[in-house]
């Protein structure tokens, strides 16, 4: 989101604002939508933050792994927390590593946690970013990512229950680029009916058996050897790294649901249509069905879409949200793609303004559930929120475009509460202040598209009269 060129210029920082905005600056200023922040790390200090994890000592007796585990092999500098694994000799084992956890310091039940990362490699080599239950009772278990040193391009994604020793495991990989090269994004979306897999903002993996329902704490270590990943050889290279860029972690913020038949598990009842709309199963987020949308192959530039209103009033912000699949034996193709819309209409009916995302063209990943969102401020006049999914086909090639799980409703009658506490203070006015400067998107306030003074206008006149 850039400012735009036509603002009228920029209100000094407020003092608390600057130093915050300098201490978030590897940070993120806007929250992913529809998740709030409740905890994070972003390792920018010279050691360990103790009051957020405690860095392991001993040989832990797990898996016949071979490394002794040593707050010295933790460190942090320039913005990043790194474990180093060393073949150097410690507590009568012949490898010595690091595991840091939040136990008895934080516990999250159910949310997003994520982690950027750049992994370690080569035989022997263990990294995790995993959960446990505070209750100390195993299992259950999440973990959300773990790695073979000897296939550095390939994650684990798992998730264990039942009762000792009868324990049961849900797991998926997947195979993608080097993760010991770069850094990579990790995260798991949980919820109470199912664990969302990401790697790099992409779901790789959904697990729907016996998910857990307590608070976890979140341990990142490597380990050195042991039954799975097997012990070092002469291919293994010393010492190994792997350095994190942040850990992040937030809770659901969902939108008050007022759609009908969200995700057309009763065929499009609930929703208006036109063109080439229809339901289909096997392409579905969840359920028995998703829509389906595609081409009227008139040879002229046409769409087919499926839409639904809600009612709204002006200075209710909204959130709509869904989730798309480009599936490979319909794949989109040529020109044609896809787009979500969050109209703004009049009791008559009349379009006032938009906002919209492309969703699906032809370079989309097929055989995925992508998902978008758009949160936006309703204008004046408005009296009607439009759900709108639309396909388009300029020419006469073929593809579809499949939609599920769709979301909308008023997140927010009191949007200067802008960090989402359930009041309005000035660390709202401050949060503000900083995302505008920064020109990110959700400052864009009135919901126009852009970010310019009209939005710290508006932020201020909400802020002062308390909604």
């Avoid at 997947?174 to 993760?179: E, L, N, Q, S, V």
């Avoid at 009916?193 to 016996?210: G, L, P, S, T, W």
């Avoid at 787009?339 to 055989?367: C, F, G, H, K, Q």
Wanted: proline share 6%; net charge negative; charged share 20%.
């Amino acid at each position: 989101m850039k400012l735009n060129s036509t603002a009228r210029g920029f209100r000094t920082l407020p003092l608390g604002a600057a130093a915050l905005l300098a201490s978030l600056a590897n940070g993120q200023i806007c929250p992913p939508d529809g998740w709030i922040p409740v905890w994070s790390d972003e390792f920018s200090g010279t050691s360990l933050d103790g009051s957020k994890w405690r860095a392991e000592n001993a040989a832990l007796v797990k898996n016949n792994e071979q490394q002794y585990y040593h707050p010295s092999h933790v460190t942090v500098a320039d913005g990043f927390m790194t474990i180093k694994s060393s073949n150097t000799p410690m507590g009568g084992r012949p490898y010595t590593s690091g595991l840091i956890e939040t136990k008895g310091r934080f516990n999250q039940q159910f949310g997003r946690i994520e982690m950027r990362a750049r992994l370690p490699r080569t035989k022997g080599m263990w990294p995790a970013f995993w959960m446990l239950p505070a209750s100390n009772q195993w299992p259950p278990e999440i973990d959300i990512m773990e790695l073979l040193g000897h296939q550095p391009n390939k994650v684990y994604m798992t998730h264990h229950w039942g009762t000792w020793p009868n324990v049961q495991s849900e797991g998926d990989s997947y195979t993608g680029p080097d993760f010991s090269a770069d850094f990579h994004t990790f995260r798991a979306d949980w919820y109470p009916d199912r664990i969302e897999y990401y790697i790099d903002d992409v779901m790789r993996a959904k697990h729907e058996q016996a998910i857990p329902a307590e608070p976890f704490f979140i341990i990142i270590n490597t380990a050195v050897g042991g039954d799975w990943p097997g012990n070092p050889d002469v291919t293994t290279v010393f010492p190994q790294f792997f350095v994190v860029d942040y850990v992040r972690v937030y809770s659901y913020d969902p939108a008050r649901q007022q759609l009908s038949n969200p995700g057309f598990e009763s065929g499009l009842t609930g929703w208006s249509k036109w063109g080439n709309s229809f339901t289909q199963a096997g392409q579905q987020y969840s359920g028995s069905s998703a829509g389906k949308m595609y081409g009227q192959f008139n040879g002229a530039y046409n769409t087919s879409g499926i839409y639904q209103d809600i009612p709204v009033q002006p200075g209710q912000k909204v959130r709509a949200a869904s989730k798309w699949y480009n599936w490979a034996n319909d794949y989109m193709r040529g020109a044609n793609f896809a787009e979500m819309r969050l109209e703004w209409r009049t009791a008559a009916n009349a379009l006032i303004s938009y906002e919209s995302v492309r969703t699906l063209d032809a370079t989309s990943p097929s055989n995925v559930h992508l998902p978008f969102e758009i949160r936006a401020v309703a204008p004046a006049g408005a009296a009607k929120a439009r759900m709108l999914h639309m396909f388009f086909q300029p020419g006469m090639d073929a593809g579809a475009a499949f939609v599920d799980t769709c979301e909308m409703g008023v997140i927010d009658s009191c949007p200067a509460d802008f960090d989402r506490t359930g009041f309005v203070d000035l660390d709202d006015y401050d949060r503000f202040v900083q995302a505008f400067e920064a020109g990110e998107s959700c400052a864009d306030f009135d919901g126009t598209g852009f970010v310019d003074t009209e939005d710290f206008d508006a932020f201020v006149q909400a802020f002062e009269l308390g909604c």
